[in-house]
């Protein structure tokens, strides 16, 4: 297992290395020490590898992230796995604001609770919440999935278009054109399916979420909405 | 007195309620909507007409027209890119996105700019393999909406331009109405297909120039380095802007006037948000040079750009280069008089045509319609793209010439004065025939 020391290696040495790895094999288990909150840390990656950080990371951890997991043993900064387009992000603490914000796909997975803008403008990625989320969150949420063991702040998937929420405590307020909507089977089923893949056991209940999405009435403008905007 | 025979007073219209004023009342007295249209500002603003160059005579040499060389070329990125941009003359094509434009006309701009010899830059809504395959040098967009926004093509970029803002919309999002939401721009944007689009006027990952910088050293992580990067503002208080891009780590500053288009604006934010490019360029200039970074972090102006003479006013003023979008677009067809018949039938006429937003382009560049956008043919457009640079390039260097210059970038204010007391205290060059600068210490 390779293993990088921030405290005696370069960022730019540890982004470098993992931008040449290969694409089509198992590119192993690598283990990043000493990360200190530094920025931009193991952004770009595409290759099928798990990155293991010991320790907090500052802003924009595992950006646009390709194929990897990429484990944070700690809290992570502004934008973690900003515009991700596959594979996995987890933290293993909190997250700061703008959490897998515009993301298109891949699993994002927070242990703790996650700040204002989680998944805003998502377009395509599933982020898992296990504790709260801030307010502002899945603003201008595109498509993709945000699900929440815990509570959301206020002003929940303002200006949303098709992404699916899914909030088992309590909602601060929903945004412009957010509503409550039924959870039916395929919904449960997408619900189950992402609970199982962070890895939380059936004791947390699909039928405990509700769900909410777009209203669909201001996707058009028209002069009696204008009081939303 | 005759009371048949009294002289009678001419129906008079306001200046303030003139026809144009009352029209708009009513259209938005019957519509309860704002006007929506593309292009920039139409209102009569300082610009570079309002300056004049002063050649050479008998304290300065002029160069030979057709012997002496003049060179045009232009190095962007050389502040911290592994891999700067070399451009064969300094007129770029600016951001316009696949959604504003047809698919043909974002072709038919990268064919011109490739046989140029400069950049073009794709827009809102991502980049198409046309445009890519089509452009030797393209530069990114990296808009707060994020739409089609991915690595792959990131690395394919020549250049990444993060925008803050645009001169027709300082301070405001983008917008796409539904006509113009086909399947395939609904599929890049990842959006509902018909939806009336109106993207974030933030980016949704920073806050402000401490976090710009935190922003700028990822993208520069993410593409190893190579990559200038560019950072695009509306001009609105540009010595401030200038200073805190700079400070954040920008390679090259774009830097567009309220005359730069937008596809689709209300109306009273093109008109009243934003300042001429005229007044712009010299506070942006001095804000490097305060910080000793003029031609080290290089300054593209757009906004208003039509011909050579421009191109080296800009230049002369300390611009590295300049961007052309608008007159990009006529010389691919845009307005075109040849259209009348439809541009009557849209009510409308050449010329003033800017239903940009509507995607009923008679000239298929501002469509998505199939049928229109066909209209184009981007190899045919390419060449009068490419034809239409040559000319701003050879204009420009008859003027720089005539001054004595053998590069376009040895331009220089002391080459300029001005025809009006506006343009002078814009652009910090005397008033024709006189020493005096408004507002400078001497011209006090």
Redesign the interface.
């Known amino acids: 297992m390779p293993i990088l020391d921030l405290a005696t290696t370069s960022?730019?040495d540890l982004?470098?290395r993992l931008?040449g790895l290969g694409t089509g094999r198992d590119e192993g288990d690598w283990r990043v020490l000493n990360p200190a909150g530094q920025?931009?840390l193991a952004?770009?990656i595409?290759a099928p590898v798990t990155v293991r950080i010991a320790g907090p990371v500052?802003?924009?951890c595992a950006?646009?992230n390709?194929q990897a997991t990429v484990i944070i043993e700690g809290n992570a900064g502004?934008?973690v796995a900003?515009?991700m387009?596959s594979g996995t992000v987890h933290v293993k603490g909190d997250a700061s604001?703008?959490a897998g914000?515009?993301a298109?796909g891949g699993l994002l997975i927070i242990d703790g609770n996650a700040s204002a803008?989680c998944g805003?403008?998502m377009?395509?990625v599933a982020i898992l919440v296990k504790g709260s989320i801030g307010p502002m969150s899945a603003?201008?949420a595109?498509?993709g999935s945000l699900v929440v063991l815990g509570d959301s702040g206020g002003a929940l998937g303002d200006s949303i278009?098709?992404a699916h929420l899914y909030v088992r405590g309590q909602v601060g307020s929903l945004g412009a054109d957010c509503c409550e909507k039924p959870l039916r089977d395929q919904h449960k089923q997408e619900l189950r399916a992402l609970l199982d893949a962070a890895g939380i056991d059936a004791s947390v209940k699909v039928e405990h979420f509700k769900r909410y999405g777009s209203a669909r009435t201001l996707?058009?403008?028209h002069?009696d909405n204008?009081g939303a905007y | 007195m005759d009371p048949d025979n009294i002289p009678r007073t001419l129906p008079r219209y306001s200046a303030t309620f003139d026809p144009a004023t009352l029209a708009e009342i009513r259209r938005a007295a019957a519509t309860g909507l704002y006007d929506i249209r593309g292009g920039g500002t139409k209102r009569r603003v300082p610009h570079f007409d309002d300056l004049l160059f002063l050649g050479a005579s008998i304290s300065r040499y002029p160069l030979e027209g057709y012997r002496e060389k003049c060179a045009t070329d232009v190095w962007l990125g050389t502040r911290f890119a592994k891999t700067p941009i070399h451009l064969k003359i300094p007129v770029t094509i600016a951001g316009m996105s696949f959604g504003s434009l047809s698919a043909q006309a974002k072709e038919a701009l990268g064919r011109g700019a490739t046989i140029a010899g400069t950049s073009t830059t794709t827009g809102d809504g991502g980049m198409t393999p046309e445009e890519r395959g089509q452009s030797q040098t393209l530069v990114y967009q990296y808009l707060p909406s994020r739409y089609g926004m991915n690595p792959d093509d990131l690395r394919k970029a020549d250049a990444i331009e993060v925008v803050v803002g645009q001169g027709a919309k300082p301070g405001g999002g983008g917008m796409l109405l539904g006509q113009k939401i086909s399947d395939r721009v609904a599929q890049m944007r990842t959006l509902p297909q018909g939806i009336d689009q109106r993207s974030a006027c933030r980016h949704p990952d920073w806050t402000g120039p401490d976090d710009l910088e935190i922003k700028i050293e990822e993208l520069r992580e993410l593409t190893d380095w190579q990559k200038p990067i560019y950072v695009k503002i509306g001009a609105t208080r540009p010595y401030y802007d200038v200073a805190l891009a700079v400070k954040s780590g920008a390679d090259v500053i774009v830097l567009d006037g309220m005359q730069g288009g937008t596809a689709a604006t209300q109306e009273v934010f093109i008109e009243h948000v934003g300042i001429p490019i005229l007044a712009a360029i010299r506070p942006a200039v001095q804000a490097l040079q305060d910080q000793d970074m003029h031609r080290k972090v290089q300054l593209i102006v757009s906004g208003g750009i039509r011909n050579g003479a421009d191109v080296a006013k800009a230049m002369a003023l300390g611009a590295d280069a300049v961007a052309i979008g608008t007159a990009a677009l006529v010389a691919l067809g845009d307005n075109d008089p040849s259209l009348e018949a439809e541009y009557q039938a849209l009510g409308t006429t050449a010329g003033a045509y800017d239903d940009w937003q509507d995607g009923r382009d008679p000239a298929g560049i501002t469509t998505q319609d199939p049928l229109l956008a066909a209209r184009l043919d981007p190899v045919a457009g390419g060449r009068r793209l490419a034809n239409y640079l040559a000319v701003l390039t050879l204009e420009a260097q008859t003027v720089a010439r005539a001054c004595g210059k053998s590069h376009l970038h040895n331009l220089e204010p002391e080459d300029l004065v001005a025809l009006t007391l506006e343009a002078a205290a814009m652009a910090r060059v005397p008033l024709a025939g006189t020493d005096w600068v408004p507002g400078s210490k001497a011209g006090l």
């Open positions: 960022r730019r982004n470098a931008h920025h931009a952004v770009g595409d500052g802003y924009y950006g646009m390709q502004v934008g900003e515009n387009m604001q703008a914000a515009t298109h803008r805003i403008s377009k395509g603003f201008m595109q498509s278009y098709e996707y058009n403008f002069i204008a």
